[in-house]
């Protein structure tokens, strides 16, 4: 089954600790992965897809063939990374999503 | 570039009506997607068109629901005598032709949110 999951429904750390947002997908086959950002009252924004594999904004996310993850990761939180973060997959045009993680940022 | 356009953002129908969601693709994007987010699950994708032909409606309920996408004017996602259940977030995205090595990225709008009473 192709499938995206994502843990948790929300993470909440302190400004400046290190985050990591989970990911892990089912597929058989070569998907493409991305994380979409939503921030409050905004659209979906794409954050980063990992054949592109550049830093946006801090966040990094390696693909793990083996463990079948795409986990997000920055090492030090900002106040402004406060949001709704989703995972997604596609294989061809559909994307699969995951339930998505909010993030928050305390003071 | 306005970006994808959506709307109404906010759309209350009682049961039984009809509601009809507007979509504007990027200028340059032939490509519409249609995606649904029930509350607290992730979204879900419910059709593809290309102007004027639908290439996948695999995800979309077999009663009640359409999608258009003609050659002139926006996207509509329309559904027809709505029930509680399809109170949700509906997404458009739209995307570039298909053929760079970035096709599939999809540009999302804000969605239109729909309440039915």
């Known amino acids: 089954a192709q499938r995206v999951t994502q843990p948790e429904k929300l993470l909440s750390v302190f400004k400046g600790a290190p985050v990591e947002l989970k990911c892990n997908y089912s597929y058989s086959g070569s998907p493409e992965l991305f994380w979409y950002v939503q921030y409050s009252r905004q659209r979906l924004q794409l954050l980063l897809r990992h054949i592109s594999r550049e830093s946006i904004k801090g966040f990094t996310a390696d693909l793990n063939k083996g463990e079948t993850s795409f986990h997000l990761k920055k090492p030090f939180a900002q106040e402004e990374d406060s949001a709704m973060y989703y995972c997604a997959l596609s294989g061809t045009y559909k994307y699969i999503f995951g339930t998505g993680t909010r993030l928050k940022v305390l003071a | 570039n306005a970006g994808v356009m959506q709307n109404p953002r906010h759309l209350v129908r009682r049961r039984g009506q009809e509601a009809r969601l507007r979509c504007s693709p990027m200028?340059?994007?032939?490509?519409v997607y249609w995606y649904r987010q029930l509350p607290e699950e992730g979204l879900k994708f419910m059709v593809y068109?290309?102007?004027?032909?639908?290439?996948?409606e695999s995800g979309m309920p077999k009663e009640r629901f359409s999608a258009e996408f003609p050659k002139e004017g926006p996207s509509i996602l329309r559904i027809q005598q709505v029930v509680r259940g399809d109170s949700a977030a509906y997404f458009c995205?739209?995307?570039?032709?298909?053929?760079?090595?970035?096709?599939?990225?999809?540009?999302f709008g804000p969605g239109t949110r729909l309440t039915v009473l």
């Open positions: 068109l290309q102007k004027e032909n639908i290439i996948d």
């Open positions: 995205a739209s995307s570039p032709e298909i053929g760079g090595a970035y096709y599939n990225e999809q540009f």
């Open positions: 200028k340059g994007h032939s490509h």
